[in-house]
């Protein structure tokens, strides 16, 4: 598996000769898809160990950080003073660099309780920085954070901003799928440009370049950029169903429909096929060849899978093998050619944040700040189960040798400091926590009513 992957990286990350080893350019890294360079990665540590440092962050975001010339860049958002940040920290030392107000209104929206007015992770590529956050506003950012350009694309992004940008070229990709009226608040929005679209805009001035407007239910999705028969497109889950577009032009080249809508995991790509999951209330994982034009529902789906199908966390796909990881805490294994079943464990807890691989080994970061590290080089092997305090929603990062882990106060470093060799001592006994609690069912908007962040109301019946 480690040549394999090695291989297989080689080939993903060939697109992009001038991504550093240390860089982490995007969500999900630089192949968009979870896929990390070193096989070296810290693979034991706690609060007190293997912790190179620790930097607070003010507000509340969820955003993963991305790396690149040594700067960690991420976003946040202040809800009692209505900003927006972006945040810069020094790699080596964590050392706030840079803390830029990119947006101020007047008032944040109310959104979903698990979610933050700083989810979409920021993009950086010669220089700059684009940060996304939903309706509230796009913007790009020099290396020494100095605002080039902001754009407002108006839409009711409903649970909030989820879907983070994607650069193609000159053509800054975003993803707005929202619904037509308020639904945690009472707020109007004048003129919105539509209740779902896709928009391009251009990296150099923020102008529209393109927009393409669709019908459906709300997603969160995060795009991915491939090339198919040596044509780009930009793949976008959406609700009830995934298209994908000409990042030129915004033209629609194929789509494939589904039951599903509240869509959060990115897709992967690889052994010719695209693989999305459809998100709620019936999430099913679809493998797609994106060779088709117009609708190729009954066509282009190669094979689909309906168990333990994630929700929020994204899938990983190295050469053959498809690993996806449930909300709940159920890993799969799937031949990812032909969609058998390689094996299933339940290695417990919640799960929203992606998973990452370096080399044979799967990193699994739950809801509560634990993460699993696990040998895939054959059946699951559980290796460590690392515990440190704070609420976990952002995606685990990748600098070189080094993690990056995103609290909800603070962002962590994490090294092997210490002379650790996992492989020697694996975990023994039940895998699975005793307090980890299952998932309560497949609907977004969650049986017990939903908890709103920006009011004082509990919940609230959809």
């Not at 912790?51 to 960690?72: L, M």
């Not at 491939?226 to 032009?249: K, L, N, R, W």
């Not at 515990?387 to 995103?406: E, K």
């Amino acid at each position: 598996m480690n040549l394999l992957l090695s291989i297989i990286g080689a080939f993903i990350f060939s697109d992009d000769a001038k991504v550093d080893a240390a860089d982490w350019p995007q969500f999900r890294g630089p192949s968009g898809q979870g896929l990390v360079q070193s096989d070296a990665l810290p693979v034991r540590w706690s609060d007190r160990r293997n912790i190179s440092w620790k930097a607070p962050i003010r507000g509340v975001g969820y955003s993963s950080p991305v790396v690149s010339n040594g700067q960690i860049w991420l976003t946040s958002a202040v809800q009692e003073e209505g900003r927006l940040l972006v945040v810069v920290l020094d790699l080596q030392t964590g050392r706030q660099l840079h803390e830029i107000p990119v947006f101020q209104h007047d008032k944040l929206w109310a959104i979903h309780w698990k979610n933050s007015h700083a989810s979409p992770t920021p993009v950086l590529a010669d220089g700059r920085c684009y940060v996304h956050f939903g309706s509230h506003g796009t913007a790009a950012l020099d290396q020494n954070g100095q605002i080039l350009w902001k754009q407002r694309l108006l839409y009711y992004h409903h649970h909030g901003p989820g879907s983070s940008p994607v650069l193609v070229g000159k053509t800054l990709v975003v993803t707005c799928d929202g619904l037509d009226h308020a639904f945690y608040d009472d707020r109007v929005i004048a003129e919105p440009i539509a209740p779902q679209f896709v928009a391009g805009l251009d990296a150099d001035t923020g102008d529209i370049r393109w927009i393409t407007r669709r019908e459906g239910r709300h997603s969160y999705a995060t795009p991915l950029a491939i090339t198919v028969d040596g044509q780009s497109q930009v793949v976008c889950p959406g609700g009830s169903f995934v298209a994908a577009y000409d990042p030129e032009t915004g033209t629609e080249l194929w789509r494939v429909r589904h039951n599903g809508y509240s869509l959060v995991p990115r897709p992967v790509f690889g052994n010719g096929l695209v693989y999305v999951c459809t998100g709620y209330d019936e999430p099913t994982l679809l493998a797609i060849r994106p060779n088709g034009q117009g609708d190729v529902t009954d066509s282009h789906v190669v094979w689909k899978s309906t168990e333990a199908v994630p929700l929020n966390p994204s899938p990983i796909l190295a050469g053959d093998a498809l690993y996806t990881l449930s909300d709940n805490g159920v890993a799969t294994c799937y031949d990812a050619v032909t969609g058998k079943t390689r094996w299933k464990k339940r290695v417990g807890g919640n799960y929203s944040a992606s998973p990452l691989m370096s080399g044979n080994r799967l990193y699994l970061l739950n809801e509560s700040g634990t993460t699993l590290v696990a040998d895939v080089s054959g059946n699951y092997k559980l290796l460590t189960r690392n515990l440190l305090d704070g609420r976990t929603l952002a995606s685990l990062s990748a600098a070189g040798d080094s993690l990056l882990l995103r609290t909800d106060t603070q962002l962590l470093r994490i090294d092997q400091l210490a002379s650790d060799d996992a492989s020697e001592s694996p975990v023994t006994g039940d895998e699975e926590s005793q307090n980890d609690k299952s998932q309560k069912g497949n609907s977004a908007e969650d049986s017990d009513g939903i908890r709103i962040r920006g009011r004082s109301r509990e919940s609230i019946q959809p």
